[in-house]
């Protein structure tokens, strides 16, 4: 079985343990959030999805005792555009109680970043407190892609729907996606390559209303020069934010100057 596989069998299991709780009765009240999309949209530099990331399969602890709310918090004074709060417990050491923590504390949009495979999912990730949601494509045949990208909207959260290559590509678009992430990683393998985004952005199509944004393996400001200069709008940006040093630099240093793609 890949990494992938391993993944999905456990979050299978987790969503039977959902769906046991019970649906979801209440909803708190929370901040009004700016549009996604429309922040992408009207920046001038590449913008930051700034992420929450304690761990991964691949690089195992990244943060020994990260405080979710205290991260949050320096990346919104940085200027991320939006934050990112992985919610899986196995394998990235995180909770929705991490995303409700993080939603009672900053005003930027929320992206809840899970392998969401069951309306349920999107349910809680709403009732936490997000406002974004990804759905990635190579965890979902095409039904279920549809289903749970056209449940996320009526629930009136933004989609962030995550491909890895120019077929992927074309089943996002079946779907009508507008926000577009090239996750730089095989989730198969965990192997990285930022020419992923280069080969995804030849075929993407700059002309429509969709956007583009570059995930994972970027580091500094040489590697968010490369994924502008391919059309992406914004970079999805875990471990180096999560160990710097000086997260408004970091940060910062990722703000590049768009490049506009000319068809």
Do not use: W
Request: glycine residues 4%; negative net charge.
């Amino acid at each position: 079985m890949t990494i992938l596989d391993t993944i999905l069998q456990s979050k299978r299991l987790e969503v039977k343990r959902m769906l046991m709780d019970g649906p979801i009765l209440c909803e708190q009240t929370r901040h009004s959030r700016p549009s996604l999309f429309q922040t992408l949209t009207t920046a001038d530099a590449l913008q930051v999805i700034a992420e929450i990331k304690r761990a991964s399969p691949s690089k195992g602890l990244i943060v020994e005792g990260a405080n979710p709310v205290v991260q949050a918090e320096h990346y919104e004074l940085a200027g991320a555009a939006c934050i990112s709060v992985l919610t899986d417990g196995p394998f990235f050491k995180g909770s929705f109680d991490d995303l409700s923590r993080v939603a009672n504390h900053v005003k930027v949009p929320i992206l809840c970043k899970d392998f969401i495979i069951h309306e349920v999912q999107i349910d809680r990730a709403k009732q936490a407190g997000a406002s974004v949601v990804l759905l990635i494509a190579a965890a979902l045949d095409d039904v279920s892609l549809k289903r749970l990208h056209d449940y996320a909207a009526r629930q009136g959260l933004e989609v962030l729907v995550e491909v890895h290559d120019q077929n992927e590509l074309r089943r996002v678009l079946s779907i009508d996606a507008k926000l577009i992430g090239v996750n730089n990683r095989d989730l198969r393998t965990f192997k990285v390559d930022l020419a992923r985004t280069e080969e995804v952005a030849a075929h993407f199509p700059f002309h429509e209303d969709r956007l583009l944004i570059s995930e994972s393996g970027i580091t500094g400001e040489d590697d968010a020069i490369r994924v502008a200069s391919a059309g992406a709008s914004a970079v999805l940006v875990g471990e180096s934010l999560m160990r710097s040093q000086s997260v408004q630099e970091s940060l910062q240093s990722l703000q590049v100057k768009k490049v506009e793609i000319s068809i």
